[in-house]
């Protein structure tokens, strides 16, 4: 039996509560993807750099992250010709129409507000998977 899974989703965020969460729903609604996780946007930055050979499907950014924060890193992301193409998805849990401003100016595709219910999560993260992920 093949063991390879069919695409990597990349979670980037530094609390490792809503990591853990994060990769737990993912696991359950994608079982055919491997879940990646990068704890800021530098841990982000330099995981595109190993994976050059193959780079996530999508990436779900946390904005407020030490080190590199999740704008900064989006707008790496989208600068490097190489990683441009993959949509990058600003998981927040500010609602400041300034924080998803940003986000979008620096390249994220989407922002979605986090929410901190474990059911609610969920079904933002179906939404975002169905969203980004083609089939």
Same mark, same amino acid.
């Given at each position: 039996m093949n063991s390879? $899974?069919?695409f990597t989703i990349l979670l980037v965020d530094d609390d490792r509560d809503d990591q853990y969460m994060l990769k737990k729903i993912a696991n359950s609604l994608l079982p055919e993807a491997t879940v990646a996780q990068a704890f800021n946007g530098d841990e982000c930055l330099r995981y595109l750099e190993a994976h050059a050979h193959e780079l996530p499907a999508l990436i779900t950014m946390d904005v407020n992250m030490p080190l590199v @924060? *999740?704008? %900064?890193?989006? %707008? &790496?992301i989208k600068r490097n010709h190489?990683? &441009? *193409?993959?949509? +990058? +998805?600003?998981l927040s849990t500010s609602d400041r129409a300034a924080d998803r401003q940003a986000c979008l100016e620096a390249g994220a595709n989407?922002? +979605?507000v986090k929410p901190v219910v474990f059911d609610e999560?969920?079904?933002?993260?179906r939404?975002?998977? @169905? $969203?980004?992920?083609?089939?």
């Open positions: 390879t $899974k069919a @924060n *999740g704008i %900064e890193a989006t %707008e &790496q190489a990683t &441009q *193409g993959i949509p +990058v +998805v600003a989407d922002y +979605v999560l969920r079904l933002a993260l939404d975002i998977f @169905n $969203k980004w992920l083609h089939s």
